[in-house]
């Protein structure tokens, strides 16, 4: 039987003096790559719970300090030879609630589109990040 890893997760962002900022986190495992905060879907849940759910556990941000917007994506790659999926939301930072990491993160950024791009590795991820500013400069 054919095995597929489903996640979900927010693209965040916020608004600083006109200026659109990406939070991306860094993993403290691995390869130490930076993401939006998103995580594996477990049982029963949606793919929005799920978003949702992560993003309290990985940023410490709830559903009631973001707004989420008309816009969502879905990535497609392997990890071992496994098929992975990841459908991202996008979701602005409306509330001044600071991040707080887990224990899976050593660090997290607010940054640029251009500065988001260039610390994410994968391009996918790149033209995620580009898609949403294009929705956001078009909004
Ligand atoms: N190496 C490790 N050592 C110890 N514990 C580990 C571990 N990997 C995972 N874990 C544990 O697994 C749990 C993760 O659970 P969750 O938090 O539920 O799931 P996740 O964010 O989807 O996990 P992960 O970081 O593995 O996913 P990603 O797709 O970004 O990344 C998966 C792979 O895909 C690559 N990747 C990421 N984005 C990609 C993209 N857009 N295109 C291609 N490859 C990409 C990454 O570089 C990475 O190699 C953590 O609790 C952690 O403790």
């Known amino acids: 039987m054919s095995r597929t ?11 600083v003096s006109n200026k659109v900022e990406y939070l991306l986190l860094q993993t403290s495992y691995g390869e130490h790559h930076w993401t939006p ?6 049982p029963g849940e949606s793919d929005i719970q799920t978003a949702w759910r992560e993003t309290e556990e990985e940023a410490g941000l709830k559903e ?3 707004q989420l917007q008309e816009y969502s ?9 496994v098929p992975k999926t990841v459908i991202y939301w996008l979701a602005e930072l409306v509330k001044c609630t600071p991040v707080k990491l887990s224990s899976e993160h050593q660090d997290y950024k607010w940054l640029t589109l251009t500065d988001a ?3 994410v590795q994968y391009k996918d991820m790149q033209e995620l ?3 949403c500013s294009k929705f956001l400069n078009a909004k």
Request: glycine residues 8%; positive net charge.
């Open 5 to 15: 890893l489903r996640a979900a997760g927010l693209v965040i962002f916020r608004r």
């Open 37 to 42: 905060p998103k995580g594996h879907v477990d």
């Open 64 to 66: 009631s300090d973001l």
């Open 73 to 81: 994506k879905t990535l497609h790659y392997d990890v071992k030879g």
């Open 117 to 119: 791009c260039d610390i």
């Open 129 to 131: 990040l580009q898609d």
